[in-house]
């Protein structure tokens, strides 16, 4: 096999996963995550669909919440879409497959950002030591999300890509926790939706995304 040394930057669930496949695979893999701790903060409501099943993941691992459908809400009307979906805890999710890496052989820094490239030198700052490394992998995965620094960098970034930010709470309350509810409407969020995602009858995830002014909404 030709082995290759492969950066991955960013160590999310896409990362992560990307990285454990390329270490089985027999590659040398550096993952690169700018915060301090995998799968923190939180930036995700943890909502997967049984598709997953595929995977066979170890699901209790990572588990909050089973639902058997969507109440989706419009100004108009209502209606009820049977689907089972699973809701997980993105911290323990995150940290499964970041373990799968590593039991690989991959290796994760965290507290490292991509900062920039120069020619075929990434420039990596290590912020917990504050020095810049250089580094000169043959193959750089970018994994480090919708705003990708890096696809940027290598000019892989479409310019008129639009996004959507999302804002979340988790709140108490009364809540059916079979089923989570989605609502559109001008009043509501008019660039998407907005969501209550149970946790239990006592708790759920609350929130929306819109391309602009999110927390007002
Ligand atoms: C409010 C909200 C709710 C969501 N809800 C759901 C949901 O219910 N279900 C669902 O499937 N998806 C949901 N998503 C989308 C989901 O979070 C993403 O699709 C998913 O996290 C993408 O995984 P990823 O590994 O590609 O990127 P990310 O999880 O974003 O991971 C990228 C990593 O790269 C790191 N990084 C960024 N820049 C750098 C850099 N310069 N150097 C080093 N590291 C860097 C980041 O810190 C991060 O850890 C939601 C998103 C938001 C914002």
Request: net charge positive; charged share 20%; aromatic share 12%.
């Amino acid at each position: 096999m030709n082995q290759k040394t492969i950066a991955v930057i960013g160590a999310g669930p896409v990362g992560c996963y990307a990285g454990y496949l390329l270490a089985k695979a027999g590659h040398t893999v550096s993952i690169y995550e700018n915060h301090a701790q995998i799968g923190c903060p939180i930036q995700c409501t943890g909502l997967l669909t049984s598709e997953f099943d595929e995977f066979q993941l170890p699901m209790d691992s990572f588990l909050v919440n089973i639902f058997h459908g969507v109440e989706v809400f419009s100004p108009k009307m209502k209606l009820m879409v049977k689907q089972k979906e699973y809701l997980v805890c993105r911290n323990k999710f995150d940290n499964f497959f970041a373990d799968l890496a590593r039991k690989a052989g991959a290796e994760i820094f965290v507290n490292h950002s991509f900062l920039r490239k120069e020619g075929k030198e990434l420039i990596i700052k290590d912020s917990a030591n504050n020095r810049d490394m250089r580094i000169t992998p043959n193959i750089v995965l970018a994994a480090d999300g919708p705003l990708s620094p890096t696809a940027k960098a290598y000019g892989m970034y479409h310019p008129k890509r639009e996004n959507y930010f999302g804002a979340q709470a988790v709140v108490l309350g009364n809540f059916d926790p079979t089923k989570f509810q989605a609502h559109f409407g001008r009043e509501v969020c008019p660039d998407l939706f907005a969501w209550i995602v149970p946790e239990s009858s006592t708790k759920a995830r609350v929130g929306l995304a819109m391309k602009k002014n999110s927390i007002k909404y």
